[in-house]
Structure formats: structure tokens, C-alpha cells
């Protein structure tokens, strides 16, 4: 029957929504073990995150022009199943590398422990970071995220439509809410799947954990990455079976409702032209959106749609950033693992992202705001939440001290980095090596050899040095002069970050029900194509590239390939690193308040005011307000429009 198909359809695209946001989460999550694990800077595991992007805009296009022509179920199923195989191939080089070789001995000289007789060789914290030869293995993760791209592409677009042609009035936002709001489970479980992984030895089930001298909150700690991996596959496949089942198309629901007249005499600011609804829906012709006097440049030429395009960038570029290096940032700012990170982002992503679609539906609903009032709403929650992340990321955490990099070795701070000192200049360390050590003076030292150890006692992750003699420097006589594995615990910051994700999804739903009222029926699905096109063409593509080539310039002491080239990065500035995010938060709240402004402010005494999905076009010069309506026309005449009188109303027939 139609109820069942039209059921199945619902739970089928929930399932689909599920999968894609548990694997794109879950590739965020899992960014940081993925960039050590092929010892990559954070530029180039920009690239990787982008591919995503780069495969969705390579087909978004034709996904929007074929879509009303082609079976859309069947074109879904086929793009969870490119979803899963792009997932599948990104585990491929985690079969192909093979285990990442650990070796564990009594001897204090695995770990670079001074001794002048020592020369410059190879130590067993290199085997530690000898990940492969093979260094362009990172290029099958690439590849399955553009798949993971391409395939995503018709889930949304398709599906929303789908619902929108048999759904009526009434119960199409109702069905697409229930969609979306169920997806956000995925979103969440996928950072909570990517906290269990990367807690994870990588190499789980191979090697003898106990043998491990670093944990989790280890700077070279690389978690079992590709378990999370095989999951999402999985989960993407099953998403595609329900969609083989369902037909062409779906009737439409009967509409219940009694056809008002428009009495174009009376038109005031609180009509809402949703209700009203053209006989004919015609199809965007793809033809017709190049050419001059097409609807794309009537889009186009709709100034507030034009300030949420811009919003849209800018909100991409953020959150894109936000979302890839966050965790990252987490572990170097707040000295939490990155197990512990991603765990607080996914436990705290669920509950407000449904707290603020339903708050943003509820509110809109209670006062019947239109989209002036919608674009107020979204203005004042997000600068609510600037403020609140402004906060956050100004939280003052001290930087890890580290001998030689961000302070002296008498402790004192210090911008000239000499990491060889008197005390060590006769132990022969590698300068290229990053194996850490906590001196009881609450210092750190790259190693025990930079720390001037002689001797050790222990062994694996109980080794203990002694007779250290950069730690005389500063001695007050209180210091025993020894030093445990592992860089030094600072004071835990991890209660001052949670609450600023709060506010951050309050106004999501009400901006996206703004863009669909601001646009008529029949440029609806394109608005919506055009601006998911535009923001992740100039958002979601170049953000994670340049804010990792600018993370890069943040770091303070890179790791080592097998082969000698630069590795991932192990230590950071924080403070700069924490500059990066406030400067783009920053920017996008300037333009947000700025466009805002724009779209209730024009031209000084006029307010540019969008309405009604019946509405297709409209702007302000001085007093006149122009509009267009589907298929109506406007002749002159006096209204009312959110206080704000204008002498006259031009209309266009179309």
C-alpha cells in the first residue's frame, strides 16, 4: 500500500541519513590517528578530508539536473553502496602496511639514555616510528573519501524531494524533521565510535599491550583507526537494500485544507503565501539555468538569499575547521587523550543538537516569526555562542614545558629554542627523536638524553632514570634528579570546554527552514543544490587544506618518518594554535552580524524582508517594496510590513 511504501521510504532515508552522518563523523573523529599513522602533516590531511567535498561537487550538479528524471530510490541506493565501498577501501592499507614494530628491552640505551661513548644510530624509538616504507598509502583514504563524497550526493537532495512531492503540506516539514532529527544519532555514535577506536592499540590483537611504553595520551599513541572503518561500511551497505523495493513514485497525500482567495487590498507582513499553492510545479531545466534571463540569475538576484549563501560559507569554512582539528586541539590545549576528546564531542553533540532544532521549530512556531524574525533569532543565538566559544578558546591552560622548546632548561620561559645545553652537549642525542621523559621537576625532555640520564632501573613503561643532570640546573635540592616515561601531566582544563558546543546547534533548524521560506516551490530544490554547491565549493573544500597548513606553522617539534623525512607533528604551541581558532571564529561572526544587519537594514530606512514560500522574489529600494509572486500580480498599493510602513508595493507578473 501507499502508507507502507511511503513508511518504508521514511525509515529507509532515516537508516541512510544514520550511515552517512556515523561515517562522516566518524571520519573526523579519527583524523588525528589517521594523520600519525602515515606520519602526514595536518596540510595534507586537509587534502584527504577535502576529497570529500571535491566528490560531492563532482556530481551535485548532475544529481540536481537528473533528479526529477531518473527512479530516485534506486539512484540512493546506488549512493549508499559507492558510500560503503569508499568506506572499504579506506581500510585497505591497514592490511597493506603491516604492524607498527615495537621493540622493548631492559637497557636504558633503547631509550637514548646519555652516554658519551654512544654514537649517533637508530634506537628502538625509531623502530617505534617506522611506520611503512610505503608513505603514499594514504592516498587509498583519499580515494574512499571521494567515493564516500560521490555517493552521498543524491541521499539528501533526492530524498528530500521524494517526501516534499507525496508528503502534504502539513506533514512534509513533520517527515523531514523526523529524517533529519533521527540522523543526528548517527553523527553522535560515529564520535563515540571514534573514541572506543582510538583507545585502541592500532595494532590490537597482534602485539602484547603490555609491552606498550606509551598510553593513549601520548602525542605518538595511533588508535585502531580502521575497526570504526569496517563498521561504517557495513552500515552504509544495509542503509542501500530498502531503497531497491520502493517505486518511481509515491501519490500524494490528500490535502485537507479550504483555498483562501488573495486579497491583494489587505496584504500585510503576517500573510504566510505558503498556503498557497501553484497548480503546476514546472522542472528546472538545466538549459534554462545558463542562460541570461533564467531563474538561476532570479535566484541570484535575491539579495537575502544571497546573505545566507554568504553565511553558508563561512559557517562551512568554521565548522569544516572546527570539526576535522577540534579533538586535536582538545589534547594539545586541555591535556585530555584524544579518546577522551572525541568522546566529550559526541556525548554532548546528541543532546544539543536535538535540543536546538526542536527549540529553533518550537520558538518559530510559538511566535510565528516569518524570516525577518527567524534571521533576528539565528543573529542573537550565535552571538550568544561567540562569545561562549570566544571563551573557550581563550581559556588560559598553561603550555606543556618542554626542555629546549618552550622553556629554558633552568624552567624559565623562553622564545630561542636551544634544545642542546652544557649539561647534555657531551651525550651525543639525536636532535630528530621525540621520546619523552618527566623529570620530578615537572619539566619535560624530548628524551632521557636530553635530560643528561646516565642510568635506568625498570623496564617497559615502569623504566625509571636516574642521575640526570639537566635537572641539576634548577635544583633547589629538593629534585632527585630522575625522570619516568612520558611527557609531564599538567593541571587538567577539561571542565572549562564543554559548554561551549551548546548554543553552537541552537539556531541549525531555524536557518534551515529560513532558506527554504525565503525561495518559491519551484526553486526550492535548487536554492537548496545551489547553496550546498557554493558552500562546500568555497567552504567545506579549501577549509581543512589552509587551517592545516596553518596548524603546521604552529608546531613546535615534528615527528620522524622510517625514511627521515618530517612525520606528523608532536608538539604544538597552544597559544597560537588556540589564535588560529579565534581568529576564524572571529571572521565568521563579523560577516554573520554584518550580513544579518544587511538583511534588516537596507538603504537605511528600508528593511530587506523575505516572506512565504508563495514569494519568488523581493527587494527594497527606499520605501517601495518589490515583489514577485508565483503567478500573481501585484498592482499598487499601501501596506504594513514588521512595523515598517512602505508607500508602495511593486508587483511583477510571471
Known sequence: TNIACSGLFLGALAFSFFAKGLSGSYVKSISTQIERRFEIPSSLLGIIEGSFELGNLMVMILVSYLGPKVHRPKVIAVGCLIMSLGTFLSVMPHFLMGRISISVNNSSTSFSACSPTLSLHPSASDDMEAKTANSYLWMFVLMGNLLRGIGEAPVIPLGISYIDDFAKEENSAFYIGMVRTTGMVGPTLGYLLGAFCASLWVDIGIVDLDSLTINPKDTRWVGAWWIGFLICGIANFLSSLPFWFLPY??????????????????????????????????????????????????????????????LTIFQYNFMVALGTYEPKFMEQQFNVSLSNAIFLIGVILLPTAVLGMFLGSFITKKFKWLVTGMAKFSCITSIISYLLSLLYFMSDCEMLHVAGLTVSYSGFVCFLHHLIASCNSDCNCMLNQWDPVCGDNGITYMTACFAGCKSSTGSGKNMVFHNCSCMDIQSSGLSNFSAVLGQCQRESCTNKFPYFLVLL???????????????????????????????????????????????????????????????????????QF?????????????????????????????????????????????????????????????????????????????
Request: with cysteine; charged share 15%; glycine share 8%.
Open 249 to 310: 513514485s509515491l501519490p500524494k497525500e490528500e490535502e485537507k485544507r479550504n483555498t483562501k482567495e488573495l486579497n491583494i487590498s489587505s496584504v500585510t507582513a503576517q500573510v504566510d503565501y505558503s498556503a498557497v499553492e501553484p497548480q503546476i510545479q514546472p522542472k528546472l531545466k538545466f538549459s534554462k539555468a545558463v542562460k541570461g534571463d533564467s531563474i538561476f540569475l532570479k535566484l541570484l538576484g535575491n539579495p537575502t538569499f544571497l546573505v545566507f549563501l554568504l
Open 505 to 575: 546547534t541552537v539556531n541549525a533548524f531555524t536557518y534551515f527552514i529560513t532558506v527554504f521560506r525565503i525561495i518559491s516551490p519551484d526553486l526550492k530544490s535548487f536554492a537548496v543544490g545551489t547553496e550546498t554547491l557554493i558552500g562546500r565549493l568555497l567552504g567545506g573544500l579549501p577549509a581543512p587544506i589552509y587551517f592545516g597548513a596553518l596548524i603546521d606553522q604552529t608546531c613546535l617539534k615534528w615527528g620522524t618518518k622510517s625514511c627521515g623525512g618530517l612525520g606528523s607533528c608532536r608538539v604544538y604551541d597552544t597559544k
Open 578 to 654: 588556540s589564535l588560529a581558532f579565534q581568529a576564524l571564529l572571529t571572521i565568521k561572526y563579523v560577516f554573520h552580524v554584518a550580513l544579518i544587519s544587511f538583511s534588516s537594514a537596507s538603504g537605511g530606512n528600508s528593511r530587506v524582508v523575505l516572506d512565504f514560500r508563495g514569494l519568488k522574489y523581493l527587494w527594497c529600494t527606499g520605501n517601495t517594496l518589490h515583489v514577485v509572486l508565483q503567478n500573481i500580480a501585484l498592482q499598487s498599493c499601501s501596506c504594513f510590513i514588521q512595523n515598517h510602513f512602505y508607500s508602495t508595493i511593486e508587483g511583477m507578473h510571471t
